[in-house]
């Protein structure tokens, strides 16, 4: 039992609703889109693509390790790409594996810790109505973790991948697990968010609210997030929405692990 990852490492969400938490990543290869501006393209894009397949007890052994060699652990794990609910159902067996090897071998810090993590999704969207109906289904992982959080990230005009309706695949049931996070290019991607999700939804759709919709900046430079900061906070202002920045890349630049 293996899953396909691109890497694994410990640092910080840099970006969204969980900003400025330690947390362990878990980027899994391959992606259904192929979005012009996408920072991670060595996940998907041919003759960038660098991936391997990870057994399940190796995986397990280096979450573990972060979880146990730490006095102070994190408590968030994240599974982003690519697209990680393309392999919803390798991720799925693996939370079992998780919680069955830690409960076998009765170690009861382990078990403390893996039981206090939030695990959370970083995903396009256009898988999510798969991904309901199976956490409805498990309830078990819902119980067994701390926390669950699903950060979509629907793709706009700028990326090549715009859908109109996109939101129509979003089920409001699991509302209270559900943030947005759009990236934004220039004022043609928040006139689409007006147009088709914000005004639409006071008619059809009362679904994920807007304290829990994030902007952020499409930059891959501290200069480029400042430079439309004014404008992500004006819409901000007008929709009680919220802005983020990206920490990883002002921290460190556009590099990858970080
Ligand atoms: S959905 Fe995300 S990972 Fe996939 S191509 Fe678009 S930006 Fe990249």
């Known amino acids: 039992m293996s899953i396909n990852i691109s890497e694994i490492f410990y640092s910080i969400q840099g970006e969204g609703p969980q900003i400025g938490t330690p947390a362990i990543f878990i980027r899994l290869a391959g992606c259904n889109l192929t979005c012009e501006w996408c920072d991670s393209k060595y996940t998907w894009k041919k003759d960038l693509i660098t991936s391997t397949d990870i057994s399940f007890k190796d995986l397990s052994d280096v979450i573990c390790s972060y979880l146990i060699n730490n006095p102070h652990p994190p408590r968030l794990l994240i599974f982003t790409g690519g697209e990680p609910l393309l392999q919803w159902s390798s991720i799925r067996q693996f939370l079992q594996y998780l919680m069955d090897s830690v409960g076998k071998n009765n170690l009861s810090v382990l078990d403390y810790n893996l039981k206090h993590l939030n695990i959370s999704f970083e995903t396009n969207g256009t898988i999510y109505p798969k991904l309901i109906q199976n956490i409805g289904a498990e309830k078990k992982y819902i119980s067994y973790f701390s926390d669950w959080s699903i950060i979509i990230s629907p793709k706009l005009q700028f990326s090549n991948q715009y859908k109109e309706h996109w939101w129509e695949g979003i089920s409001p049931v699991y509302n209270y697990l559900l943030y947005l996070k759009f990236v934004i290019s220039d004022k043609n991607d928040l006139k689409i968010i007006e ?6 939804r006071k008619n059809s759709w009362d679904g994920v609210r807007n304290e829990k919709i994030y902007l952020m ?10 430079e439309k900061l004014p404008m992500l906070i004006d819409f901000a202002r007008k929709y009680g929405c919220k802005v983020t920045l990206r920490l990883q890349v002002m921290a460190y630049g556009n590099i990858r692990g970080v």
């Open 195 to 200: 147009k088709d999700f914000l005004h639409r």
């Open 217 to 226: 900046p499409e930059a891959t430079t501290t200069e480029q997030q400042i």
